[in-house]
């Protein structure tokens, strides 16, 4: 594999507080899935390596180039941010103009990019109105567009899926897998485990600033399923619906929560779990009023990986 990103040792911490520590990773062309909780340091590493931070420590090349303060690099990375960066009293057609301007495109060829690229998240209808009259979806939409109107050789977003309506979510997608069929290179941040799934198999874990595994989707979903997990079920008899799962082989323990109408189970083996449980409630009439899953979070599946 040619590596288009690669880092070495790279660390960034703002004051007592740290953000990236010493990470060490190579990415290659296709779509690559950042997965990590919130506050993990995705928003910090991808920052860095669109020249955004400078790291404290460590090196970050892209095309075999440091990225700071490398603005001829900058023509050959789009970068979405996760949060707005736009000027809310311009309308979305003046910005992204503004924006294809910046990149030092003649007025017709800034036109005609800006039209394609607003047309492609779906802004082109909605070009004239000011960006502060836009919803939250379409600003998320503004961000993207701003980082394909140059068509760059490199694609990093910032979580460009919150906020999106379950449309836009397939056509984004889809955009972004076109963007792999074309040979681009595409990294993606996520704390949505089954967002990364529909894009890529090829996924990065961080959690607390540091690269805690890379691979494939299947080794890393065998971790996460590995994980014991807590699950609440609240029904008019616990009593006899624990008595039918008390000699499961795929229940760990059973607890019965104080002033609570219902029992927690601790199973490793989830998804063999929940067929045992629907056969019960299906073939034994055991009533079952609702089902849920305090663990069922990457926040709960890191805290057990890094414990064990």
Same mark, same amino acid.
């Given at each position: 594999m040619t590596a288009v990103l690669r880092a070495e040792k790279l660390s960034k911490w703002y004051g007592n507080i740290l953000g990236i520590s010493d990470i060490n990773l190579e990415i !290659?062309? !296709?779509?690559? %899935?950042?997965? =990590?909780?919130? =506050?993990? !340091?995705?928003?910090?590493?991808?920052?860095?390596?669109? =020249?955004?931070?400078?790291?404290?420590? !460590?090196?970050?090349?892209?095309? %075999? $180039?440091?990225?700071?303060?490398?603005?001829?690099?900058? @023509?050959?990375? =789009?970068?979405?941010? $996760?949060?707005?960066s736009a000027y809310m009293e311009m309308s979305g057609w003046r910005f992204i103009m503004l924006l294809a301007r910046l990149h030092g495109f003649a007025a017709e060829a800034a036109a005609a990019m800006s039209e394609k690229a607003l047309a492609t998240v779906g802004l082109l209808d909605s070009k004239d109105r000011t960006i502060k009259g836009y919803s939250f979806g379409m600003r998320q939409r503004l961000r993207l567009a701003s980082s394909i109107l140059h068509e760059p050789e490199l694609l990093m977003l910032d979580e460009p899926l919150r906020g999106i309506d379950p449309l836009w979510r397939i056509k984004i997608i889809q955009l972004i897998k076109e963007y792999e069929k074309q040979g681009k290179t595409v990294i993606v941040s996520s704390h949505i485990l089954p967002e990364i799934e529909a894009m890529t198999n090829e996924i990065v874990l961080i959690h607390q600033g540091k690269i805690f595994a890379k691979g494939d989707i299947q080794r890393i979903r065998g971790l996460i399923d590995?994980?014991?997990? @807590?699950?609440?079920?609240?029904?008019?008899?616990?009593?006899?619906?624990?008595?039918?799962?008390?000699?499961? $082989?795929y229940v760990l323990s059973l607890d019965f929560p104080v002033q609570e109408r219902g029992l927690t189970v601790k199973t490793n083996q989830r998804d063999h779990f929940f067929n045992a449980l629907m056969r019960l409630i299906a073939v034994d009439k055991i009533a079952v009023e609702e089902i849920t899953s305090p663990d069922d979070n990457l926040q709960a599946v890191f805290d057990y990986l890094i414990g064990k």
């Open positions: !290659g062309p !296709g779509i690559t %899935g950042l997965l =990590g909780p919130n =506050g993990a !340091g995705k928003s910090t590493f991808l920052k860095i390596a669109a =020249g955004q931070l400078k790291p404290k420590i !460590g090196s970050l090349q892209i095309f %075999g $180039e440091n990225v700071f303060a490398n603005h001829r690099l900058f @023509q050959r990375i =789009g970068f979405c941010p $996760e949060h707005d590995s994980h014991p997990h @807590q699950i609440s079920i609240h029904c008019p008899d616990p009593r006899r619906l624990a008595a039918k799962l008390v000699d499961n $082989e």
